[in-house]
């Protein structure tokens, strides 16, 4: 079996038409590999090119250069798409059909054999909560409730690999929990991979352990989130409040961020052993004032600090 | 081909649940059932008036269910349904097959219907059994609509919402007069099927049978002309970004 999931080099979209060109292109030798069994959270803010990717990933639309490989496949593979499952940005579906039936509609079209094809659509219907309204028409349906539907065809065929364009968007809070819920589980139990994009990155944070960012059709960083966070592996961010004893790690910290009034954030980019060792002896002796946390910044500051450091080279 | 049918019965079904079509359907038979009033004035000709009235008016509703196509294909290609669809186990040239054997089951039950209530009319007012040629004749139309649809498809396709409709409809009055203006060779030479092979109102007027090889021959042309244009749309198609 393929070790990648989704492979892409040097994968370019240019949306030229022939009477304008494009200022500069959506994707810009995009070179990403997503490993089996992980959940991959594609950041970027808005216009940073992550739907174009999808779209290309999904065949939907033809890079202008490069190659992506998506299970072993040429994205453009009618076949493999029988193992994917995927959630457009804005999803849309037959609005004169009823949710039941166009599930069915999805199944035939994903070979689900006609024995079980009933009872898998009214299967996700309960797992996405909508069992209630199967036979309303989709016509009717409010956003979040068409999202429910987005994420119902996209397992229906309990996929490989799930494809998912802003899942959360468009979701109450409770929504937002138990589509995050569902997507743990595609990994946990159906050793499924997940690419999703997002802009929310709390949600990120939660849930992915590979994150990449993306920012004006380029890629800016990609690789597991807490290597990411640390800096390079050995990171250790450290919280400290009051108490005197523990203000001589403040002079060795590569960084401290003030919290508050008597409260402090360091950051040690590679401590040595005998460092690390002081600091979990404070952290035990003081465990109210002197607290560890693996890994460096929150993915809050790490995104925007990417992010304008970029815009910060362009200009 | 389950692919096909999967997308055919989404058409099929959207279009045969409009209650408007069955209101339609009535309207055409009070208005075939009206012209027997036409005695004195068409002086004693209502019969073949009748028959007249019926042909064309199927002829116009098979127009009709075939243009809703050109709606609906643009219409899903801009919210993003047929996204959805197609990034199913579903390759682009069966997308356009399943739509065009939808929009063809439609119209053929559309057609059909009326064809069906207009003979009895027909035979109701005149107190006559229907004779074969008008059977043949209503045949004839009901399968045009065959070419119809991979013409609809193919303007669909690659035209806008407004675009679409009316181009088809220019092309389908093209197609049918292709008979009258044949020396005109662009229209006659190029893409345009024929539609007046499948346009047999004098039979059924006058009840000149109509030779079943014939009848055959041109099901048969009528099949391979849709085949021929639903590639040529999916040769475009296959390259196009979708939304
Ligand atoms: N169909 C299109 N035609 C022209 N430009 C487009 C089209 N779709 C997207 N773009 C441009 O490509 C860039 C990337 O868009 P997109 O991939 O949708 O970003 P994201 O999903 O990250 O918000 C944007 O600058 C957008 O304006
Ligand atoms: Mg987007």
Partial sequence: MEEYVIQTEDLTKSYDSWFKKASRPALNKLNISIPKNCIFGFLGPNGAGKTTTIKILMGL??????????????????????????????????????????????????????????????????????????????????????????????ILNKPDLLILDEPLLGLDPYGRQEFKEIILAQKQQFQASVFFSSHILSDVAEICDNISILNKGKLLCAGPLDTLLSGGGEGVTVDISGTVHVRELITEADQVVKKGNEEWELFFKKPESALLSRINNLSEQFCDAVQIRKGGEDLESFFFKKIEEDNARNN | MSEIMAIASGTWKNILRMKVVYFLIFCVWVLVGIASMYEILTIGHHKPLMMDVSLVLNAIAASLVVLSVTFEIPRELRQGVAATLLTKSLGRTQYLAGKAVGICVAGFVICALIAAGSLIIYALTFSEAIAGPMFQAHFLLIISIIPMASMAVFFATLFPEVAAPVLTIIAIWFAYSTGIIANIPVVYGGLLPNLDLFNFKSHAVYLKPIPILYMILVTVWGIAYALFLLMLTSFFFKVKDIK
């Fill in chain 1, 61 to 154: 639309i033809r890079p202008t250069g490069g190659k992506a490989v998506v299970l072993g496949k040429p994205y453009d593979d009618v076949e493999s798409k029988n193992r994917i499952g995927f959630l457009p940005d804005s999803p849309a579906f037959t609005p004169t059909l009823s949710a039941l039936e166009f599930l069915d509609v999805c199944a035939r079209l994903l070979k689900i054999p006609s024995d079980t094809r009933k009872q898998r659509v009214e299967e996700v219907l309960e797992i996405v909560r909508m069992a209630p309204h199967a036979k309303s028409k989709i016509g009717t349906f409010s956003r979040g409730m068409l999202q429910r539907i987005g994420i119902a065809q996209a």
